[in-house]
Structures are given as structure tokens and as C-alpha cells.
């Protein structure tokens, strides 16, 4: 893959102006409602305990699908989307879903681990389903399948032989700590296939696609937070080193790593005022 060097962001699609203001309405109105719900899940649900980011960075996370049904629904088209990154976000919630459903393990210790956590990643994963009946049914015709080309496969299976070899043991039951660990690793490499249609499609993308890719950064950014500050739970009694930290934050900062950069020129373009709803992200590759 190519890597990603500088970029800058500017507006003026090729959409009529009433498309683009709507749609950058609709993108502040998310983020505002995003913060709205944040604040009242820190506040009232957790009662102040920093804990709750864990359940926050679910909500960015499911802020990044609604952002990204919201520019299918106004532009009609689902060009510039990668449908095997969504594939991949499937099969992450799928995974921790699978757990989290069950025991308690890896959710956060104040009231949001009872139960809005696991709202935030149900209503995650029926926000994908329908992205992706979305991009491979309905609006298929606009899919650009030709640019949309990385194969997934080895990626998902070296996710899971990974898990297998390096997981955490908070649940104290190998496999669903290997299944849990699997959503981890494929969380961490889950927007390369978006990040590889970007750069074959020669670097730019929609400006809510860019809003679903900065969301996804969020949520990773608060999740890593909280477990760079949990690093000491994942420990192992009987070793030297603590490799569920390491897996856990590992996993963490190379999804950074690949987002970071998007990150910054996409700061660096709102602060501008020019990171409108249908702005073009055009990357330097």
C-alpha cells in the first residue's frame, strides 16, 4: 500500500450548493448531537468516571456509520465507500459483541459497561449491515468495486492466528478471549481497504467520507486512552511481561498510525473552515 504523505483538504464538489449545505448541516448536527450524548453518558450514567471513554469511543464509532449513512442517503451514490472496510467493521463487532453480550471482562467498570455500551455497538452493527446492503445492493451501480480491490482475506485470518498467539485473559476462558482479542487486531487494520481506495482512486474523498474516517479516529483515540490507563489489569500474574498491555495498546497505536495523518489534515482543514459536507480530501500520495 501506498503510504500516505501530506494532504490538505478543500471544498467544492461537483454537487449543487443546497446538497452541500445540507449535508454539511447534517455532519455538524451529528457531531453536536455526538457531544450532547457524551456529555450525558459522562455525566449522568458513569457519574464522572473517566471509565465511561471506553463507552464514548463506541458511540464515535457509531457516529462514523451514521455520518457515513447520512452522505448515501443525501448524495444517492456510494461512490469514494469502501465496502470491505465495512466488511471488516461486521466482523470486529461481531466479535466483541460475542463477549461483551455475555461477561464483563472488557467493559468499563462504571454504569455504561451495563448496558449502553453494548446499544452503542448493536446499533453500530445495524448501521454496517445496512451500509453494506446499501454499497453491494441497492446503489451497487455507483460502488467502485475497481478501486475497492484488497483482499481481505489475509488479513482477517492474520488477525485470528494472531489472537491466538497473543491475547489478553480477562475473561479467564481462552476462546472468548481469543475472540475478543480478534475484533481487536481487525479493529486496528479494519480502514486500510478505505485508506487503499483512496490512494487508488488517487486520493480524494468525500467530505462526509472524511467525517466517518476522523469519527473512527476519535473512537480509536478514546479506546486506546482507556486501556493505555488499564494497562496494568491486563498483566498476567505469572509472567514477566505483560503482554495483554502489549497486545492491547500494539493494536491501538497501529491504527493510529494509519489514521493519524488523515487526522491532522482534516483538523487542519476544519480550523480553516474548509472541511464542508461534500469537500474534497485530496492527499499528496
Same mark, same amino acid.
Given at each position: 500500500m501506498h503510504q500516505m504523505l501530506p494532504a490538505t483538504m478543500q471544498s467544492g464538489g461537483k454537487m449543487p450548493m443546497c446538497v452541500s449545505t445540507s449535508m454539511g448541516s447534517n455532519a455538524m448536527k451529528a457531531w453536536v448531537g455526538f457531544s450532547a450524548l457524551g456529555l450525558w453518558i459522562f455525566h $449522568?450514567?458513569? @457519574?464522572? @468516571? $473517566?471509565?465511561?471513554?471506553?463507552?464514548?469511543?463506541v458511540f464515535a464509532q457509531a457516529l462514523s456509520f451514521?455520518? =457515513?449513512?447520512?452522505?448515501?442517503?443525501?448524495?444517492?451514490?456510494?461512490?469514494?465507500?469502501?465496502?470491505?472496510?465495512?466488511?471488516?467493521?461486521?466482523?470486529?463487532? +461481531? +466479535?466483541?459483541?460475542? &463477549? &461483551? =453480550?455475555?461477561?464483563?471482562?472488557?467493559?468499563?467498570?462504571?454504569?455504561?459497561? !451495563?448496558?449502553?455500551?453494548?446499544?452503542? !455497538?448493536? $446499533?453500530?452493527?445495524?448501521m454496517v449491515l445496512q451500509i453494506i446492503f446499501l454499497t453491494l445492493v441497492s446503489h451497487k451501480s455507483s460502488y467502485q468495486s475497481d478501486v475497492d480491490s484488497l483482499d481481505l482475506r489475509n488479513l482477517v485470518m492474520g488477525a485470528v492466528v494472531l489472537a491466538v498467539l497473543i491475547h489478553p485473559c480477562q475473561h479467564g476462558y481462552p476462546p472468548l478471549d481469543i475472540l475478543w482479542t480478534t475484533h481487536l487486531y481487525v479493529d486496528a487494520i479494519a480502514m486500510v481497504p478505505q485508506l487503499w481506495m483512496i490512494s487508488k482512486a488517487g486520493g480524494k474523498v468525500n467530505g462526509l467520507t472524511a467525517h466517518y474516517i476522523a469519527a473512527t479516529l476519535l473512537s480509536n483515540v478514546l479506546s486506546g486512552v482507556f486501556w493505555f490507563l488499564a494497562s496494568s489489569s491486563l498483566a498476567v500474574e505469572d509472567g514477566n511481561l505483560n503482554m495483554g498491555s502489549l497486545a492491547v495498546n500494539g493494536a491501538h497505536v497501529v491504527q493510529l498510525f494509519l489514521l493519524l495523518d488523515f487526522g491532522y489534515f482534516y483538523v487542519k482543514a476544519c480550523v480553516k473552515g474548509s472541511c464542508s459536507g461534500v469537500g474534497q480530501a485530496v492527499f499528496d500520495l
Open positions: $449522568v450514567i458513569a @457519574e464522572g @468516571e $473517566v471509565t465511561s471513554i471506553l463507552t464514548l469511543s451514521i455520518l =457515513l449513512w447520512m452522505q448515501i442517503a443525501v448524495a444517492g451514490s456510494v461512490a469514494g465507500i469502501s465496502g470491505k472496510a465495512l466488511i471488516m467493521q461486521a466482523i470486529k463487532l +461481531c +466479535c466483541r459483541l460475542g &463477549t &461483551t =453480550l455475555w461477561l464483563d471482562g472488557y467493559l468499563p467498570m462504571d454504569r455504561s459497561g !451495563d448496558w449502553i455500551y453494548q446499544v452503542g !455497538d448493536v $446499533v453500530s452493527l445495524l
